[in-house]
């Protein structure tokens, strides 16, 4: 399942870790620790580091918390470092260790503090608690368990996250000349860059919400993650303190002129020899160019990036608008001081902008199929959710983000600019939803409650087991309905969570994910696929009653005529690949022929 409830929380603490009876103090609400700003050499460059505010949790040495477990193993194997005590008075008093790119374990500190804030923000834009559970899944040990990161696991100029594994960071030497801003040989660090740990953590959520999602079934599949990855990373930075008040100072308020602010990983970029950052979320070109012009994933996810920050800078520009008026300023970049008060507003209003897309792009995955998401049903899912809670487009953000996909040849997969329209038909053959313990689960979370029956609470392992049985035996007096067969049908995973609606109600949505995968033609076609599962499914969008608003499916690879296509479209990509490569076909063959090695995972 993708959504095991957490643990229960313990009390708010009398007793603390070390066993010492506290005095009954509160505990704190938030940690703060320093980090640098977007990378070391940007906080050189500009003089500052940042404080960042993260939820309180108690910390083991690593730091080893709830969700967040820092490992510091070598590439050779040895190790661990020893990890740092954040609870260690000492660095309590003084908000962790000060800045320092040759101390591993302020490397530890501020690996774990980029992340901390990132769980925050994914948190907030889902509506919900994430646990890592589909990220352990067939390893041995408990089920949920932190996320495993490795800050110096790598000799080499990458980062990548790993099912099973966790966040693998790399350190290399800059060939960059001076005029990179970095001195030739330095010793450039994965882990303290704000964008590197951001998008690698990004990929492991998206992966836990959705784990099929990294097969290669197609050229959008990969790209789609390293889109998503992007997204968040860049979005990440509207949430670093005075960063985005130093880029609205500088460009007048046109904060997507080209610069830090709307770049990716700038130290890793030119460290590892490039002439600029890793990627930006900019097109490089006035007229964007259409995506199905790059097969490299992260060319191609780029220009799904450029298109939301098309739309979400049209809408920060709405906001700002009327504040700039005031002030007597005709529009973005045409003044280029700004008043310090006027900044703030503007901020403000950029933050807000930046939180509302980021939950868009969020709960669209909700919306997404189960396996080979493309472009278009990113495009569908963003509209869709949204659509349902907002039956109106409030600052037209969905038609400009649409017509930015357009532009770039990206097409909703349904076909409609207005999104997939609620199947009504469908939801009339099926049965309702079992949604009870689902619910059950998504109130426990949200009020940090144990809910209780007959008096007892009952677990939230008890739970999760028995909707999972519900939702199995759902499937087995629905498969036929939906296309797939009921002996073959599995349970992919589901979720339930509250979200308020355009009149300020909470509104449950639930959603269940099922698969179907075509075993014999993999044994028939097992040469020519490298290994690469076939697999089609349907992911249900319902309402509290169990009422199904959405259905969207992917055809099961060689059964029926569209899984004919499907079977044929990804025989092509795979023979495609192997071509291209020249090595084994499957995952590695196709990662060596399609992925930019320079680049990061
Ligand atoms: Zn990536």
């Known amino acids: 399942m993708s959504d095991p409830a957490p643990p229960d929380a313990p009390a708010p603490g009398r007793i603390n870790r070390r066993g010492r009876a506290g005095a009954g103090y509160p505990s704190p609400a938030r940690r703060r620790l320093r980090v640098f700003s977007l990378d070391p050499t940007h906080s050189r460059l500009s003089g500052s580091s940042v404080v960042l505010s993260v939820p309180w949790e108690e910390l083991r040495p690593g730091p080893r918390g709830s969700r967040i477990a820092v490992a510091d193993w070598y590439p050779d194997g040895s190790g661990p470092e020893p990890g740092v005590d954040l609870d260690d008075r000492d660095l309590l008093a003084q908000d962790g260790l000060a800045p320092d790119e040759s101390d591993p374990q302020f490397h530890q500190q501020m690996v774990y503090a980029v992340l901390a804030s990132l769980l925050e923000t994914l948190d907030q834009a889902r509506g919900r608690r994430l646990v890592w559970s589909n990220v352990w899944r067939g390893t041995e040990g408990p089920p949920v368990r932190p996320l495993t990161v490795m800050p110096h696991a790598l000799s080499i100029a990458n980062a990548h996250f790993s099912p099973g594994v966790g966040l693998s960071f790399g350190s290399f030497r800059a060939t960059g000349d001076?005029?990179?801003?970095?001195?030739?040989?330095?010793?450039?660090?994965?882990?303290?860059?704000?964008?590197?740990?951001?998008?690698?953590?990004?990929?492991?959520?998206l992966y836990e919400l959705r784990p099929q999602s990294l097969e290669p079934t197609g050229l959008d599949s990969i790209a789609f993650h390293e889109g998503f990855a992007d997204i968040v990373?860049?979005?990440?930075?509207?949430?670093?303190?005075?960063?985005?008040e130093g880029q609205i100072l500088r460009s007048g308020a046109a904060i997507w002129q080209p610069g830090p602010f709307v770049e990716l990983a700038g130290e890793f970029g030119r460290g590892a020899g490039r002439t600029g950052a890793l990627r930006k979320a900019l097109d490089d070109t006035d007229e964007p160019t259409p995506f199905t012009e790059f097969e490299e994933p992260h060319a191609r996810g780029a220009v799904l990036t450029a298109a939301l920050?098309?739309?979400?800078?049209?809408?920060?520009?709405?906001?700002?608008?009327?504040?700039?008026?005031?002030?007597?300023i005709r529009g973005a970049g045409s003044n280029p001081t700004l008043p310090q008060e006027l900044v703030g507003q503007v901020a403000e209003q950029a933050r807000l902008a930046a939180?509302?897309?980021?939950?868009?792009?969020?709960?669209?995955?909700?919306?997404?199929?189960?396996?080979?998401?493309?472009?278009?049903?990113?495009?569908?899912?963003?509209?869709?959710?949204?659509?349902?809670?907002?039956?109106?487009?409030?600052?037209?953000?969905?038609?400009?983000?649409?017509?930015?996909?357009?532009r770039r040849g990206i097409v909703p997969a349904s076909g409609r600019p207005a999104g997939r329209r609620p199947d009504e038909t469908v939801a009339r053959q099926l049965d309702p939803l079992p949604t009870r313990q689902a619910l059950m689960i998504a109130t426990?979370?949200?009020?940090?409650?144990?809910?209780?029956?007959?008096?007892?609470?009952?677990?939230?392992?008890?739970?999760?087991?028995?909707?999972?049985?519900?939702?199995?035996?759902?499937?087995?007096?629905?498969?036929?309905?939906l296309g797939l067969d009921p002996e073959a049908i599995e349970l992919d995973g589901g979720a339930a969570g509250f979200r308020m609606n355009q009149d300020g109600f909470p509104t449950a949505v639930v959603t269940a994910?099922?698969?179907?995968?075509?075993?014999?033609?993999?044994?028939?076609?097992?040469?020519?696929?490298?290994?690469?599962?076939?697999?089609?499914?349907?992911?249900?969008?319902?309402?509290?009653d169990g009422r199904i608003r959405h259905v969207v499916s992917k055809p099961v690879p060689g059964v029926g005529v569209a899984g004919g296509d499907a079977l044929e479209r990804m025989l092509d990509f795979a023979d495609r690949s192997a071509e291209a490569s020249g090595?084994?076909?499957?995952?590695?063959?196709?990662?060596?022929?399609l992925y930019d090695l320079a680049g990061m995972h």
């Open 233 to 244: 990373a860049v979005l990440q930075h509207f949430r670093l303190p005075g960063l985005l």
């Open 583 to 593: 090595v084994p076909r499957g995952l590695a063959g196709w990662m060596h022929a």
């Open 444 to 481: 426990r979370d949200l009020a940090g409650w144990s809910v209780s029956r007959s008096g007892r609470a009952r677990s939230a392992g008890q739970l999760e087991r028995s909707w999972q049985n519900a939702l199995r035996g759902w499937a087995g007096r629905n498969a036929e309905r």
């Open 513 to 544: 994910r099922f698969t179907q995968r075509n075993r014999k033609a993999e044994a028939d076609f097992g040469d020519r696929l490298g290994g690469v599962p076939l697999v089609g499914g349907v992911t249900l969008v319902g309402e509290a």
């Open 178 to 205: 001076l005029s990179s801003g970095l001195f030739p040989n330095q010793w450039v660090h994965a882990c303290l860059s704000h964008d590197i740990v951001n998008h690698e953590a990004a990929h492991a959520f």
């Open 355 to 406: 939180a509302m897309v980021l939950t868009m792009t969020v709960r669209a995955i909700d919306y997404l199929p189960p396996v080979d998401i493309t472009f278009g049903d990113f495009v569908d899912a963003v509209v869709c959710a949204d659509t349902d809670l907002f039956p109106e487009d409030r600052i037209g953000f969905r038609r400009s983000f649409v017509e930015a996909c357009r």
């Open 309 to 328: 920050f098309e739309a979400f800078f049209g809408a920060y520009t709405t906001g700002i608008t009327p504040l700039l008026r005031v002030a007597g």
